[in-house]
C-alpha cells in the first residue's frame, strides 16, 4: 500500500505534516477531512501499493453509475448553482456528496472527486464518473474549464437536458391519440382484408356484377399482399439492412447527418438547436478572453452531427488563414444570414461576445417556437393521413355494396 507525505493545517490555522498508507490520494484527502484538517499538500513517497486492494477499492468505490435524465439534470443544476454561490467545484461536490440522498448522485460526486484529486480535469472526470456525461456535456465542460465559465455553462448544459426533456414528453403526448388511431386503423385493415373483401368479392361474383374501379384496385391490392407478403418483408429487411451498413460508412453517415438537417418539421428543429447551442458556447467562450481559433474547435465538437462538424471545421482552416469568423461561415454557407450578419457587426464593434449572446437568445426563442409547430402539426398529419387510408377503403366496399344492391333491384 503507498505511503502518502501531507501538510494540513487545523482548526486553529496550524501546520501540521505527517504520513499515511492509504491506497489512493483520494482516502488520504477523505481522512484529513474526517480529521477537521483541511489538505494543503499530498505526495505519493512510495508505490507499493498491494493490486488486489487497489482493484478492490476502484470497483467499489470509483465504479461508474448510469444516471437517469432526471437525475442528469438535477446534478447539473445543484452543481451550477453552488458555483454560482461561491463554491470550488471540490467544495461543490463534496456538498452533494454529504447531502444529496440519491445514491447514484452520491457515487458519482464520490468519483468526481477523487479524479480531480488525482489530477484529472473536470470533463476527463466526468467521462469516468458516469456513461450518461455524453460527448456533447464532456466537450462543453471542457470548454467552460478553459474559458473559466463553467457555472455559466453547467447552466446552459441544465437548461438544454430540460428543452430536451420537454420536447420528447411533448412529442410523446401529441403521438398518443395518433397512435390509438394508426393501431385501430390496422386492426379496421386487417378485418377488412380477410373478412370482408373475400365475402363481398364472392357476393360480387355470384352476382355477376361487374365491380367498380375502387373495389377492383382494393381486391387487386388485397391479392398482391397475401401471395407477395413474403417478398415485401424480405424487401424492407434487406433495405433496413443495406441502409444501416451505408451510413456506417463515413461518407454515409456524413449525407445521413446532412439529410436529417432537411427533414421536414424535424430538420429546422435540429437546426434550430445547434445556432442557438453554437452562439451560446461562442459567446461564452469568446466573452471569457478565449482565442477565436480555439474557441471555434472547442465548439466544433459540441454537436454530434458530423456535417455540421465537417463544417466548422472548414470555418477553423479559414480563420487559421486570417479570415474573419462572419466571411468564414458565410464562404462555408449553410449558417443563417442572420447568425452572420450578427457576427459581423460583433467583429466590427469590438463586442463579439456580446453579439453572439444576443444572438443565442434570438435563436432559443426561435426553437421554442419551431418546437411548440411541430408539436402542434404532428397530431393533425397523422390523422389526416389515416382519415384517408381508412376512406378509400370504407368508400370502395361501400360502392361494391350499393353496385350489388342495385344490380339484385335490377333483377327483381
Not at 358 to 382: G, N, Q
Request: proline share 4%; with cysteine.
Amino acid at each position: 500500500m503507498p505511503t502518502f507525505a501531507y501538510t494540513a493545517l487545523n482548526s486553529s490555522g496550524q501546520t501540521i505534516s505527517g504520513t499515511l498508507a492509504l491506497a489512493s490520494r483520494a482516502e488520504v484527502f477523505r481522512n484529513l477531512e474526517s480529521q477537521d484538517l483541511v489538505p494543503v499538500k499530498v505526495a505519493e513517497m512510495s508505490k507499493a501499493a498491494s493490486p488486489a486492494h487497489s482493484t478492490t477499492v476502484r470497483a467499489l468505490d470509483q465504479g461508474p453509475a448510469k444516471l437517469k435524465r432526471a437525475q442528469l439534470i438535477l446534478f447539473t443544476e445543484e452543481l451550477a448553482d453552488m458555483l454560482d454561490g461561491g463554491l470550488q467545484i471540490d467544495q461543490a461536490l463534496r456538498v452533494i456528496t454529504e447531502r444529496q440522498e440519491d445514491p447514484a448522485l452520491r457515487r458519482v460526486s464520490t468519483i468526481l472527486r477523487d479524479q480531480l484529486r488525482e489530477g484529472s480535469t473536470v470533463a476527463k472526470a466526468l467521462k469516468k464518473a458516469s456513461p450518461s456525461f455524453d460527448e456533447l456535456y464532456c466537450n462543453l465542460v471542457a470548454a467552460g474549464e478553459v474559458s473559466g465559465s463553467l457555472a455559466p455553462i453547467l447552466r446552459r448544459l441544465a437548461q438544454n437536458l430540460v428543452v430536451l426533456a420537454e420536447l420528447q414528453s411533448k412529442v410523446t403526448q401529441a403521438m398518443i391519440y395518433p397512435a390509438f388511431l394508426v393501431g385501430a386503423c390496422v386492426v379496421l385493415m386487417i378485418v377488412f382484408m380477410t373478412v370482408m373483401v373475400p365475402q363481398i368479392t364472392d357476393l360480387l361474383d355470384k352476382g355477376g356484377q361487374q365491380l367498380p374501379m375502387a373495389t377492383q384496385m382494393l381486391i387487386s391490392f388485397n391479392s398482391f399482399l397475401a401471395t407477395w407478403w413474403w417478398a415485401i418483408l424480405a424487401v424492407i429487411i434487406i433495405f433496413s439492412l443495406s441502409f444501416k451498413a451505408y451510413i456506417a460508412t463515413p461518407g454515409g453517415l456524413l449525407w445521413w447527418h446532412e439529410a436529417k438537417l432537411k427533414l421536414p418539421l424535424f430538420g429546422p428543429v435540429l437546426a434550430t438547436r445547434f445556432y442557438a447551442q453554437f452562439a451560446h458556447s461562442m459567446g461564452s467562450l469568446v466573452g471569457h478572453g478565449v482565442p477565436l481559433l480555439n474557441s471555434i474547435r472547442l465548439v466544433s465538437k459540441i454537436s454530434a452531427n458530423v456535417f455540421i462538424q465537417e463544417l466548422l471545421s472548414k470555418v477553423t482552416g479559414l480563420v487559421a488563414e486570417g479570415g474573419s469568423l462572419s466571411s468564414s461561415l458565410k464562404k462555408v454557407g449553410h449558417f443563417p444570414l442572420m447568425l452572420v450578419d450578427m457576427i459581423a457587426v460583433g467583429e466590427q464593434t469590438g463586442m463579439l461576445g456580446k453579439s453572439l449572446e444576443k444572438s443565442a437568445a434570438r435563436y432559443d426563442k426561435e426553437l421554442d417556437k419551431r418546437i411548440k409547430r411541430m408539436t402542434a402539426m404532428i397530431s393533425p398529419i397523422i390523422i389526416l393521413f389515416m382519415a384517408v387510408i381508412v376512406g378509400v377503403v370504407a368508400y370502395s366496399i361501400i360502392s361494391a355494396v350499393f353496385s350489388s344492391v342495385n344490380g339484385i333491384r335490377g333483377r327483381v
